[in-house]
T-cell receptor, first 115, second 111 residues
Framework: EADIYQTPRYLVIGTGKKITLECSQTMGHDKMYWYQQDPGMELHLIHYSYGVNSTEKGDLSSESTVSRIRTEHFPLTLESARPSHTSQYLC??????????????FGPGTRLTVL | GNSVTQMEGPVTLSEEAFLTINCTYTATGYPSLFWYVQYPGEGLQLLLKATKADDKGSNKGFEATYRKETTSFHLEKGSVQVSDSAVYFCALISNTGKLIFGQGTTLQVKP
């Protein structure tokens, strides 16, 4: 099982602030993902990465950006937070890029509230 | 396209009752199938998985069998506990490597 960490776990900030949500994994997984989970619990893929210097947009359009400078680290940044960004953000990683038996492992999540 | 459909929740059971959460899927080819569990305030934890037809995934008393003929992957547990109260997600991995989730089913177990 993967060890994957997210910080902070909870964040309350004001509108217009720049924030970075951190995600790190210690398993050397190539592929990493960010999901946004709405209050109805549905999960939406917003970003993913196949490896260092690779980033792709997911199925749900997001104003956030991501970077992948190191294999273990996949931070998500909001340049100017708005109340509509209030959500739970989940990071995940997997070992096999594109394989049909690929298994994603999730971090504990960051619950973001923008006032 | 690929999709996963789960039974509507919430499902409310008494402790030691039998649990079934239905999950059916539509997919190209033969995807791997997963059940994830999300406890209150937490991220998703992999509960079990199956990678081919007739495989049975099991963990912590939960089981699910990959049924190709009915395109189903129903989650079952013989005797639920209060600590099993959580949201359960059925999912498949598409042939492009994307994880496709169902909408989640909330389970409430009462003592």
């Amino acid at each position: 099982e993967a060890d994957i960490y997210q910080t902070p776990r909870y964040l309350v900030i004001g509108t217009g602030k720049k924030i970075t949500l951190e995600c790190s994994q210690t398993m050397g997984h190539d592929k990493m993902y960010w999901y946004q989970q709405d209050p109805g619990m549905e999960l939406h893929l917003i970003h993913y990465s196949y490896g260092v210097n690779s980033t792709e947009k997911g199925d749900l359009s997001s104003e956030s950006t991501v970077s992948r400078i190191r294999t273990e680290h996949f931070p998500l940044t909001l340049e100017s937070a708005r109340p509509s960004h209030t959500s739970q953000y989940l990071c995940a990683s997997s070992e096999l890029a594109g394989a049909s038996t690929d298994t994603q492992y999730f971090g504990p999540g960051t619950r973001l509230t923008v006032l | 396209g690929n999709s996963v459909t789960q039974m509507e929740g919430p499902v409310t059971l008494s402790e030691e009752a039998f649990l079934t959460i239905n999950c059916t899927y539509t997919a190209t080819g033969y995807p791997s199938l997963f059940w994830y569990v999300q406890y209150p305030g937490e991220g998703l934890q992999l509960l079990l998985k199956a990678t081919k037809a007739d495989d049975k995934g099991s963990n912590k008393g939960f089981e699910a069998t990959y049924r190709k003929e009915t395109t189903s992957f129903h989650l079952e547990k013989g005797s639920v506990q209060v600590s099993d109260s959580a949201v359960y997600f059925c999912a498949l991995i598409s042939n492009t490597g994307k994880l496709i989730f169902g909408q989640g089913t909330t389970l409430q177990v009462k003592p």
